[in-house]
């Protein structure tokens, strides 16, 4: 098993940063993928950010520019760089980690405020 924990949400005026990290244990080294998804009251969970085992990383259109992931193996922690943040970015930040099956975090709040 994998256990993701994120870190690093709070409160931020738009056009602020923040960067959420998401810690690692277990089985680590069974890891394939890892990326970040978010939930925004009364919408559905949504991909935000994802990169492949092979360093392959995909970004959400919305986020595209603004956004950037990275994954420092030897911390076993995935990042979520977020700068030039919205209102419509306001969401709770849920990370994963996908080995045979898919690990999720806790989440942690991100509030823009306009």
């Known amino acids: 098993q994998v256990q993701p924990v994120e870190s690093g949400g709070g409160l931020v005026q738009a056009g602020g940063s923040l960067r959420l990290s998401c810690a690692t244990s277990?089985?680590?080294?069974?890891?394939?993928?890892m990326g970040w998804y978010r939930q925004a009251p009364g919408k559905q969970r949504e991909p935000v950010a994802t990169?492949?085992?092979?360093?392959?990383?995909n970004y959400a259109d919305s986020v595209k520019g603004r956004f950037t992931i990275s994954r420092d193996n030897a911390k076993n922690t995935l990042y979520l760089q977020m700068n030039s943040l919205k209102p419509e970015d306001t969401a709770v930040y849920y990370c994963?980690?996908?080995?045979?099956?898919?690990?999720w975090g806790q989440g942690t709040q991100v509030t823009v405020s306009s």
């Open positions: 277990g089985s680590i080294r069974s890891i394939n993928g």
């Open positions: 990169i492949t085992g092979g360093g392959y990383i």
């Open positions: 994963y980690a996908a080995t045979r099956s898919v690990y």
